[in-house]
């Protein structure tokens, strides 16, 4: 209700007993009747929070998820323990999406260059929108191509939130509205993942790193596709699941 009439949420309870007009309620009931069909709430108001930063979201990108939150906070952990070199620590979002990782990172590593990639041109138009209005247009370039091919080599780190669900698992409503392409990967979820993982070293500088959200049941799958890393860690999210893989070069 805040949404459709432009206002506060606090103003919702300083104003409760201001009487709606018909043109007021309309799209008000618009909204409820789009979220009872199962849409995300972030579709009906165009926007969702994520690292404490405000993102636009449309049906184009998936809505930012608080799990990747974990992933985000790492990969800065990790970049500002390297950071203040003779070089500016060089990051990749791969499947960038909204650009809520790239931004987020970009964001909160001053001294960090991202590049932020993903296949689909509508989803790097909502990544390009979010990466001006936060004013990292300098610092955070977008480009398209599939998985790593479009990025540059020498990258010290490697960021990604790629498909990682089984087609034809069951998932809530507010999940199935949300781009398949963004969803969905063979392998029961587990192929574009080990594809980055196989292709990652070559485009990392000696001891550099990817960190990769995943789903809990792929871990061992993925386990097995470390060759050719020197070491790996999982993080848990929140709710105490495996979420990232983080796996770094000799």
Known sequence: MAHALSVRRLDLYLQFDRQLSEAELA????????????????????????????????????VPNPDTEVLVERAVAWARERGGGARAVRIADVGTGSGCIAVAVAHYVPEAVVWASDIDEAALAVAG?????????????????????PLPTALDLVCANLPYVAPGAKLAAEVVAQPAQALFADEAGAALVKRL???????????????????????QALLGALEGYAGHRLHRDLSGHVRVLEAWTS
Do not use: C, W
């Open 197 to 219: 993982l196989g292709e990652a070293p070559a485009k990392l500088v000696r001891g550099g790193a990817v960190f990769a959200e995943i789903d809990p049941s792929l871990q």
């Open 27 to 62: 799209p008000y009931r618009d909204l409820l009747s789009r979220r009872g069909r199962g849409e995300p709430v972030a579709y009906l108001v165009g926007r969702k929070e994520f690292m404490k930063l405000d993102f636009e979201v449309t049906p184009d990108v998936l």
């Open 129 to 149: 929108r979010n990466v001006r209005t936060h004013g990292l247009a300098d610092r955070v370039t977008l480009v398209r191509g599939d998985l790593l091919a």
